[in-house]
């Protein structure tokens, strides 16, 4: 099974800031990445897929990079209606695998 | 507009049975490959398994081997999801999804088993 290592687990950052998220991938998974936000009692919201493509619809501060095994996600101005839990997830194999997740809170 | 609709909220005795249907629209659904997730409360999320309709090909993760059915039914255009041998570990939101592009996920149902 391919692992899916995120972190940090949690962070508490100000609006405004740049908040970075990273995945590491056990082996390589080419881009078949994608980023969700979830929130409270809601199914997760993609934000990103195959590792850089901005899902339509999602706010341009919304970013991911990165290529087989390292990945980045960045929100680059955090606002207030951004906190959420963010998971990655592989698509490049079964068992398809997500990350632990990253609680992201306001300072 | 690809959308998935699942059924509604369960409870279930301890070492009972739960069906989970998720009825698809707006795309060609033996196209898809439709996953299941579950998120177990305050946890994260946990690939269970997936269908892919027009190869009647299913995958199912170690973990639920043996307990885990997923089937689909063409002409409707609806997967099902059922879990046996229900303890209360199996309690979570039981979602449904498309983990490909164009990415799409069901609202999710509440599988609650209690005795």
């Known amino acids: 099974d391919i692992q899916m290592t995120q972190s940090p687990s949690s962070l508490s950052a100000s609006v405004g800031d740049r908040v970075t998220i990273t995945c590491q991938a056990s082996q390589d998974i080419g881009n078949y990445l994608t980023w969700y936000q979830q929130k409270p009692g809601k199914a997760p919201k993609v934000l990103i897929y195959h590792g850089s493509n901005l899902e339509i619809g999602v706010p341009s501060r919304f970013s991911g990079s990165g290529s087989g095994t390292d990945f980045t996600f960045t929100i680059s101005s955090l606002q207030p209606e951004d906190i959420a839990t963010y998971y990655c997830?592989?698509?490049?194999?079964?068992?398809?695998?997500f990350g632990g997740g990253t609680k992201v809170e306001i300072k | 507009q690809v959308q998935l609709v699942q059924s509604g909220a369960e409870v279930k005795k301890p070492g009972s049975s739960v069906k989970v249907s998720c009825k698809t629209s707006g795309g060609t659904f033996s196209s898809y490959t439709i996953s299941w997730v579950r998120q177990a409360p305050g946890q994260g999320l946990k690939w269970m398994g997936r269908?892919?309709?027009?190869?009647?090909?299913?995958n199912y993760a170690q973990k639920f081997q043996g307990r885990l059915t997923i089937t689909a039914d063409k002409s409707t255009s609806t997967a099902y999801m059922e879990l046996t041998r229900l303890t209360s570990e199996d309690t979570a939101v039981y979602y449904c999804?498309?983990?490909?592009?164009?990415?799409?996920w069901g609202q999710g149902t509440l599988v609650t088993v209690s005795s």
């Open positions: 997830q592989q698509y490049d194999n079964v068992p398809l695998t």
């Open positions: 999804a498309r983990l490909a592009e164009p990415i799409k």
């Open positions: 269908i892919i309709p027009v190869l009647d090909i299913t």
